[in-house]
């Protein structure tokens, strides 16, 4: 069992690895920073409780009540309508306020065991949540890459026209 937190200072995020620097360096780096300014807010998954984590450590995973087994950050964004799908952008003015999935990352040892599709849903449903007090048309993603961008359109992201990597789910 996982459950979703928000990320503090206890949580171990020199020992987390997705296999993609730049995202292991934001999250030991720079996602607390952010978070205690305001900026973004990171969810990080952990073990829900101590027969879970019990199991992995036999199973021969290197996990502690502290590690990060994913995590996702949001933060709010503003977006030219035309950086938008063309079958979604002529639903909305020029410009409109979007929820951005900055980061999300699962540990290179626990990929494709669901926990990418865990985050993404936690993500979806927490930016629909907000929208609900703050407006928020949908979320935004850039991809890193095109299997990162094809991850996204499993979940109903569509990519815009002409930036593959740049994908949008509407939220309303
Ligand atoms: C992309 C990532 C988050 C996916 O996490 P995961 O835990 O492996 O994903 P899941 O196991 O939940 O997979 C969910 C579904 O997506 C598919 N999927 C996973 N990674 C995929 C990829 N790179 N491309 C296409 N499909 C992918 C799986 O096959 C699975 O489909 P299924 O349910 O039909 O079997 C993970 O591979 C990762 O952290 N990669 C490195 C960092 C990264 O690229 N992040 C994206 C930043 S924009």
Redesign the pocket.
């Known amino acids: 069992m996982i459950k979703l937190e928000p990320l503090t200072g206890r949580h171990d995020r020199n020992g987390f690895d997705?296999?993609?620097e730049v995202?292991n360096v934001w999250l030991k780096q720079t996602a607390l920073q952010h978070q205690s300014k305001g900026i973004s807010r990171t969810f990080a998954a952990v073990p829900a409780d101590e027969s879970t984590l019990r199991s992995w450590v036999q199973s021969g995973y290197r996990v502690h009540a502290n590690s990060i087994l994913?995590f996702y950050a949001l933060t709010s964004a503003f977006v030219l309508t035309e950086d938008l799908p063309a079958q979604q952008a002529k639903r909305y003015p020029r410009q409109i306020p979007v929820t951005r999935?900055g980061?999300?990352?699962?540990?290179?040892d626990?990929?494709?065991?669901?926990?990418?599709?865990?985050?993404?849903t936690d993500a979806v449903n927490r930016a629909r949540m907000a929208a609900q007090a703050v407006g928020s048309a949908g979320l935004f993603?850039?991809?890193?890459?095109a299997?990162?961008?094809?991850?996204?359109?499993?979940?109903g992201f569509t990519a815009s026209a002409d930036q593959a990597l740049t994908l949008f789910l509407p939220l309303w």
Do not use: E
């Open positions: 997705c296999g993609v995202l994913g999935l980061r999300l990352a699962t540990r290179s626990m990929q494709g065991q669901g926990l990418g599709q865990l985050l993404l993603v850039d991809a890193k890459n299997d990162a961008a094809r991850f996204y359109q499993r979940y």
